[in-house]
């Protein structure tokens, strides 16, 4: 990760909108989108996933859509734990 991003000038960011998905009204994920230089940041992206491809071997192949996820919603109605790939205890 640190010879992928070693090229990579510090650059700006700034946070946009707020949403949810799928939608406010039943979200599952809250997110805040970023604005700025966000060409940068999704190549900074693709760069870090190379480098781990490796290690991980799930390579996503949609858009990049620059955002950070500040939240997921649980819903003790339907036991979700909110951790995903974990077994609640």
């Keep these: 990760v640190r010879r992928a991003a070693g090229p990579v000038a510090p650059f700006a960011l700034e946070l946009d909108a707020v949403g949810a998905f799928p939608k406010p009204e ?9 604005g700025g230089e966000t060409e940068v940041l999704g190549r900074l992206c693709d760069a ?6 490796c290690f991980s071997g799930q390579r996503k ?9 500040i939240g997921r919603v649980v819903d003790a109605r339907r036991g979700d734990s ?3 790939g974990r077994e609640s205890a």
């Design 26 to 34: 039943c979200a599952r994920v809250i997110w805040v989108g970023l």
């Design 82 to 84: 909110g951790a995903r």
């Design 48 to 53: 870090v996933a190379m480098a781990t491809d």
């Design 61 to 69: 192949d949609r858009a990049f859509v620059p955002h950070l996820t």
